[in-house]
């Protein structure tokens, strides 16, 4: 039977999944439907899974998200593919914030894919496979309108953490003599500039198109990490899916692989304040180097870092295991 013959079933979606997961889920199906045909691919709810397994029978079962037994429960799934005879996946989008709880999976699955490449290491079996999250065309791309008046100096939008604070205090010296947005849960507290407001996703795509920095902070809040406190590695999905928007990023780098995904000509990176500063001294005024490095940070993203390109390197593995 050829790969374009074969019945796939998504299944993902916890009891709180976020709307953004559920978008992510759509774009799955889209990298899956490439690889296996239109009407070959089927999404439903992790709560029908076990259900749609016994009707479709499906070669490959492709779950992905979280694994936190409050989130959702995967075991029944996994159960009902193996009495169809189904190759069984599982595509850990969380790692390694939720690590402590892989028991919940890890023998479950043929394969296990985690998103973070230094977390994949602790899974402790083997057919355990790095494939970083990724953008969606349809969600995030934008042109890069040159025309557009940039009113915001620095932007970052997204939760206030521990550890997030600490560095935007310590680049306070710099920031303060900024046009400053630093927007999201927990930020109200730190003056002017900062707010605690939500964003949706197109208000956040516009914020991109009127910022001239953008700042790229890593996230250190473990729900489930207190055995080994995994460090992040790999870029969080909002790398790439600010790339893909045409935002000129600044990426705080930690322990992060940015390196492998996007080149000094893309996305300049800081480790201190006075990188910063000379980060800022340099692009903050110049349009057309700023516009240059977004547009390559983009056009790379387009070609490598969509969830259609994950999803074939999954394929891909899958093949080499002789699974497919």
Known sequence: ????????????????ESHAN???????????????????????????????????RP????ASGSYLPESTYFGEVSRAAKKVGAVTTFWATEDPYEQDAHYQIANDFDVIFSCDRWGHNFYQRDRVFHLPLGACPKQHYVPIDQQVEKTIDVLFCGVAFSSRKEVVRNLMPVLQQLN?????????????????????????????SRSRIVLNLGRSLHFENKRFMISPSTPGPRTFEAAAAGAFQVFHEETHELRRYYSADEIPIFSNRDDFEQIVNRYLRDDDLRFEMAKKAQERTMREHLYGNRIAQAVDYLMEEKLL
């Open 22 to 56: 559920a978008q992510v889920r759509a774009t799955i199906v889209e990298g899956l439907e490439n690889c296996f045909g239109k009407g070959n691919v089927i999404s439903v709810h992790v709560t029908a899974a076990a259900s749609a397994i016994q009707t479709l």
């Open 1 to 16: 039977m050829s790969r374009k013959e074969q019945k796939v079933l998504l299944c993902s979606g916890g009891r709180y």
């Open 180 to 208: 400053i947005r630093i927007i999201g849960p927990g930020w109200g507290e730190m003056g002017v500039g900062f707010s605690d407001a939500r964003i949706e996703k197109q208000q956040l795509i516009e914020l991109y």
């Open 59 to 62: 070669a490959l079962v492709f």
